[in-house]
């Protein structure tokens, strides 16, 4: 099973790539980061350099963005709710927030 945050980060900046119709070689160029970091990114790879991933996301006209995803991951930061314990669908099998708000509007370039 595949990291939906890296499987979503790789097709966004294969696609946006595309629609630029720039090549692998290109976006590196423009980006000043290596064609073999744009291959890891659009490959999913899990290991890539945060500064290299934003130069390349700026390059392409996207951005990272870091959100809370649900009231449920906000309360689990505050402490228990009211009842004093936390269902088990409130947060416990909620992945952490990676910024990855596709289906958010301002994350749309």
């Not at 595949?2 to 979503?8: E, K, W």
């Not at 790789?10 to 000043?32: I, K, N, P, T, Y």
């Amino acid at each position: 099973m595949g990291n939906s945050f890296t499987d979503d980060l790789a097709a966004e900046v294969r696609g946006r790539r595309g629609a630029l119709r720039l090549s692998q070689r290109d976006l590196a160029e423009l980006a000043g980061v290596s064609e073999r970091f744009v291959r890891f990114v659009e490959q999913g790879k899990r290991t890539v350099q945060l500064d290299s991933l934003l130069a390349l996301l700026g390059t392409l006209g996207l951005e990272l963005r870091i959100q809370t995803r649900t009231s449920a991951a906000a309360r689990a930061l505050t402490g228990p709710s009211t009842s004093g314990e936390i269902g088990a669908s409130e947060g416990a099998s909620e992945p952490p927030a990676h910024g990855n708000q596709r289906n958010s509007p301002e994350a749309r370039p």
